[in-house]
């Protein structure tokens, strides 16, 4: 049989060109195939998409076949599987609620109700009450994934507010305490002049007037030192007992008497004063200018 050349050449190209259009066919296949392929028996199959199950794989004829998740099921990236998840279902006896609802392509999202959380992320398979902190009080509040925090037993809130005010309230009533008490202190030394030192107009006071006052705040033996310190003798004193035997009070003013008359008409005051002050007698002392300085007002 004779085959003519023009044939065999037509062959040729035509099978060629089947090849070219097969190889094309291939690759627009695979351009097709959005998600992805995979290899099976030397041939790239496109993946099943999304929210697809795997059903048979592709052939020269056909594509892989693939089948929508059915209700409460889903696939959530590009496969070849043959099962679809089932998808979660937020339990609300395990305190959750349903956050985002499944879809073919994306399983449930499950969340704690209010008040219940669950710190174990992905493996969350319940949800547990908040603590309550009913003793120490709220430090940090509860999250979705964090219990709450609350304030240490140790250090309570409450009991270091209450610290602080006591202590606040002891310093200020302290301070008050103190500047009155300093008041007060000034006050009486102002009123009742320096003890040590008389003013000195007062020095140039004469004593006799008062002297008879005077005796009333003092008893014999006080009279008797103020002498005795002045230089007076036993002897000079005794005789002021013995000539008043009878008379305290005559016994203290002649005694006294004579004492300032040593002491000079602008020594007498001051010394008195003075040696009452040294005597460790200083309310005598006090009481004494006290009448002196009524007698200069009056
Ligand atoms: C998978 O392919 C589909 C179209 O077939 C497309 O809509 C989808 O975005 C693709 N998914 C991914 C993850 O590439
Ligand atoms: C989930 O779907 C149910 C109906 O099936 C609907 O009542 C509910 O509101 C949906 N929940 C969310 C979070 O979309």
Redesign the pocket.
Known sequence: MYVRPHLVVFLWCAMLTEGLTEGRRLRTRRGVC???TYQHEGRSCCFC??GHRFLSHCTDKHDTKCEWCGHGTYID??NNDDKCQPCQICDSNANMDTMLNCSSSSNTVCRCKDNYYCDKGDLCKACYPCDTCEKHGVKEKCTETTNTVCHDAKEPVHLQVVIVAVLVSFILVAGVGVVVFWLCRKRKYRFKGRPIEPAVHLTDLDLDPYLLDIVEVLDWKTVKRVARRSGMRNTEIEEHELNNKNDVKEQKYTLLQAWSQRQGLRGAYPALIKTLHEMKQRKTADEIQTIVEKGQTE
Do not use: A, D, K, M
Request: overall charge negative; charged content about 15%; hydrophobic content about 0%.
């Open positions: 959005e998600n992805g998409q999304t990236h590009p």
